[in-house]
């Protein structure tokens, strides 16, 4: 199992960044590895989805494309918010877990991803290289995150 783990301070109530982070219309807004989501009925889910709603999504991470349903497994608003993914057509899948925190006027926002790689081969490149380019996207994606959240 590899793990992501990213965090940042966003001067923003932590309602607001929890209901911006949980939209997965708003996913390609601010994370850079998010190409497009949909739902049931094709278009983007506009609101911050609850436990056992999916939405799919068309990624490109370390340059790899690929496709995910994502599916709630677990909701606590505004405090944690867990999704797990399944890759289609691969037995490859992650979970993505949100943790928020107040603090003053403003939030820490903790992103943890976590996923199983299917084979050694891809496990020696997900050491080498792969982990390292999922950090580095994460990462921005917190910085774009927090720009974004911040100018509203």
Known sequence: MS???TTIDINKPADAVFNYVTTPANWPKWHPSSLAVTAAGGTA?????????????DYLVAGRRGRVVW???????PVRWVIDGQI????????VSYHLSSHGNGT???REFTYTIPNLLLDILDRLVYNRRVQAESAEALRRLKRLLESQ
């Open 3 to 5: 793990r992501v783990y």
């Open 45 to 57: 889910p506009d609101h911050s989805l609850e436990v056992g709603e999916q939405a799919t999504e």
């Open 71 to 77: 599916t709630v497994r677990q909701r606590e608003a």
């Open 88 to 95: 289609q057509e691969s037995k490859s899948g992650g979970t």
């Open 108 to 110: 820490t926002f903790e």
